[in-house]
């Protein structure tokens, strides 16, 4: 059974902090991806990792896929209180599998 | 341009009753995506249609659950005899991609049941 540890579970932070949250398996997962919901609302997509090792950065975002596949993290550079929310990692395999998520809460 | 949309919204159900919960995915969109989703909880997949053909029910956690897309558009998920472990949000998702499930899904903002 294929299954994604998110780390932390919980996490509340001041404005201006770095973060790291991490996503991980034993499994390898074609791609990658996280995505931030809100409360009441469905999950959105923030990026799709594809290849071992890659980086992406959206803004103050950095993600990284590792190089076998098996986990990710993302960055938050310079927190704000918008990047409150819940943050899921979800792996591409034989189906999509999301992790239990990380809550954040960046505290103004 | 519009989303996914869900209705309705919220739904109360005594133990015991049918529920039917529909989906309406963005239009053009090829593959549709059925998750639970219990509180604290990540989403956990239960169904995936390509157009109408429902290529894989493995999620769906009993054969109370049922879930159709006769057009290749609007999907509706039926849940008989409800159960109170069967409250959750249910999400439905949409993608523009087909083969395989890999692509970048749109969410609608799903649907809260609660079974009393």
């Known amino acids: 059974t294929q299954l994604l540890e998110q780390s932390p579970q919980f996490l509340s932070i001041q404005e201006g902090e770095n973060l790291t949250v991490y996503c991980n398996s034993s499994s390898v997962f074609s791609s990658l991806q996280w995505y931030r919901q809100e409360p009441g ?20 975002l950095t993600f990284q896929f590792g190089d076998a596949r098996k ?38 | 341009g519009a989303g996914v949309s869900q209705s309705p919204r919220y739904k109360v159900a005594k133990r015991g009753q049918d529920v039917a919960l529909r ?26 249609f390509q157009n109408e053909a429902q290529l894989d029910k493995s999620g769906l956690p009993s054969d109370r659950f049922f879930a159709e897309r006769p057009e290749g558009s609007v999907s509706t998920l039926k849940i008989q005899r409800t159960q109170q472990e ?27 049941l609660t079974v009393t």
């Open chain 1, 71 to 108: 986990d990710s993290s993302l960055h938050i550079t310079a927190a704000q209180p918008g990047d409150t929310g819940l943050y899921l990692c979800a792996g591409a395999g034989d189906k999509i599998i999301f992790g239990k998520g990380t809550r954040l809460h960046i505290l103004p």
């Open chain 2, 23 to 48: 989906c309406d995915p963005i239009s053009g969109h090829v593959s549709l995506f059925w998750y639970q989703q219990a509180l604290g909880q990540g989403p956990e997949f239960l169904t995936y």
């Open chain 1, 41 to 60: 609302e469905g999950p959105v997509l923030l990026v799709t990792v594809v290849t071992g090792g890659e980086v992406k950065k959206l803004k103050r």
């Open chain 2, 86 to 112: 069967d409250s959750a949000v249910y999400l439905c998702a949409s993608s523009l991609a087909s083969g395989g499930l890999t692509y970048e899904q749109y969410f609608g903002p799903g649907t809260r």
